[in-house]
């Protein structure tokens, strides 16, 4: 989704991306716009066994406590649409939820359970942000840092449980711009 003009007006495009098309989108934008900020952004690590969500709700839990972090489960009883731990307040710039993803998702992938940090960045830094790996945004607080030292070693394997494909459109379209970018825009010009 691109959203431009009011409040966007004087801050540029804004542009959301989520699921499959986040990396993608990701890499677009860091490649053609190298100076830019970002006001949220996600990060996760995916676990498909039996028991993941209770290792990782285990490891969240306590990580909380360690640090003073407020931790609220939240257990669905409609249709198991599984279990969230939220670690953060919903208020704080860092915020990380460990969910059964499967589950939300119908129940085809049961044991699918994911650790999902969620970043909303002060001012200050989301130029800084921008630039970020994905696995370094786990080090943006103490308490998240440690969260994911611990679910790095965990004798849980992580999973991508999807991946980013380019389209037969997409690549097609692409390889026209190569190779005819320069007479389309001499098109636009002419031609508006």
């Known amino acids: 989704r691109m959203m431009w003009g009011g409040v966007n007006a004087v801050h540029g495009v804004h542009v959301i991306a989520s699921g499959d098309d986040a990396p993608a989108l990701a890499a677009r934008v860091r490649q053609e716009w190298p100076s830019h900020k970002v006001s949220r952004f996600d990060a996760c690590e995916d676990y498909n066994q039996p028991g993941a969500y209770e290792v990782l709700r285990g490891m969240g839990l306590k990580v909380a406590k360690e640090h003073d972090v407020e931790a609220k489960e939240v257990v669905s009883h409609e249709g198991d649409k599984g279990c969230t731990l939220y670690l953060g307040s919903h208020k704080s710039a860092v915020v990380c939820r460990i969910y059964e993803k499967g589950k939300q998702l119908g129940g085809k992938v049961p044991n699918w359970v994911r650790a999902e940090l969620q970043v909303r960045p002060k001012s200050r830094i989301k130029e800084l942000c921008s630039r970020l790996p994905?696995?370094?945004?786990?080090?943006?607080t103490s308490w998240s840092h440690t969260l994911a030292?611990?679910?790095g070693n965990t004798e849980l394997q992580r999973v991508a449980m999807s991946s980013w494909r380019q389209s037969d459109f997409e690549r097609c379209y692409s390889a026209m711009l190569r190779q005819y970018g320069k007479t389309l825009l001499a098109l636009q010009s002419d031609l508006g």
Do not use: K
Request: net charge positive; hydrophobic share 40%; glycine share 10%.
């Open 134 to 140: 994905p696995s370094d945004v786990w080090g943006l």
């Open 149 to 151: 030292r611990r679910l």
